[in-house]
């Protein structure tokens, strides 16, 4: 699989944006994707999670009633529309799959098999 990543950018805090991830490659219907991010200085954090097939998702704590995690079947694209944006927000957003969507430790990047390059998302306080 494979996974590109777009849509970062310069937001001020409060503002919003979208990032995309395209799929592509082998079938991927009965993975799981996810966000994850890693701020400056800082370890790669989980953000979001969603099953593909079922469309249930999770999310980090820091980021619970602000982001959204969503796929799009037609377009084989996974978003996160992020809202709300605070400066700690900053980081490179990177979107991932896992073949194994069952995994219960989906928060763990080691997890996931697959990656895209990062996107830089800047937020100014």
């Known amino acids: 699989v494979q996974l590109q990543a777009f849509g970062g950018g310069l937001v001020q805090a409060g503002g919003f944006l979208r990032l995309s991830c395209a799929a592509s490659?082998?079938?991927?219907?009965?993975?799981?994707f996810a966000w994850f991010r890693r701020a400056p200085g800082k370890g790669r954090e989980f953000v979001a999670k969603?099953?593909?097939?079922?469309?249930?998702?999770r999310y980090a704590d820091s980021v619970k009633g602000r982001f959204a995690i969503s796929r799009d079947n037609a377009k084989n694209t996974v978003y996160l529309q992020m809202n709300s944006l605070k400066p700690e927000d900053t980081a490179v957003y990177y979107c991932?799959?896992?073949?194994?969507?069952?995994?219960?430790?989906?928060?763990?990047?080691?997890?996931?098999?697959?990656w895209g390059r990062g996107t830089l998302v800047t937020v100014s306080s």
């Open positions: 991932a799959a896992d073949s194994y969507p069952a995994h219960a430790n989906y928060a763990a990047d080691s997890m996931y098999d697959f």
């Open positions: 969603i099953n593909w097939s079922r469309g249930d998702t």
């Open positions: 490659g082998r079938a991927f219907s009965s993975y799981a």
